[in-house]
Nanobody, 122 residues
Framework: VQLQASGGGLVQAGGSLRLSCAAS????????MGWFRQAPGKEREFVAA????????SYADSVKGRFTISRDNAKNTVYLQMSSLQPKDTAVYYC????????????????WGQGTQVTVSS
């Protein structure tokens, strides 16, 4: 699976962005997808994930209630809708894929996109 993340940009605090991650390859429909982020000077951290069928999702506490992950298997795309953005959400956001069910550990994901920068100004 090859992953291409897009949709990042500069937004004011309180604003919204929608990230997309387009996947190529036949295995997207059986892949769990995750979003991770890495802020400057910090380690990469889990943000959200969704199972292969979209029926189960999980979020980091820091984004719960503000971010929504979804997927469209017909379009081989996973989305991360981000609302009420805060400066602390500034980071490079990465999408990742693994088989079937999601996990919180980045080491368990086999495929990674290139990242898309999200910058939230105060």
């Amino acid at each position: 699976v090859q992953l291409q993340a897009s949709g990042g940009g500069l937004v004011q605090a309180g604003g919204s962005l929608r990230l997309s991650c387009a996947a190529s390859g036949r295995t997207f429909s059986t892949a769990a997808m995750g979003w991770f982020r890495q802020a400057p000077g910090k380690e990469r951290e889990f943000v959200a994930a969704i199972n292969w069928n979209g029926f189960s999702t999980s979020y980091a506490d820091s984004v719960k209630g503000r971010f929504t992950i979804s997927r469209d298997n017909a379009k081989n795309t996973v989305y991360l809708q981000m609302s009420s953005l805060q400066p602390k959400d500034t980071a490079v956001y990465y999408c990742a894929a693994r088989d079937w069910t999601y996990d919180y550990l980045e080491s368990s994901y086999f495929y990674w996109g290139q990242g898309t920068q999200v910058t939230v100004s105060s």
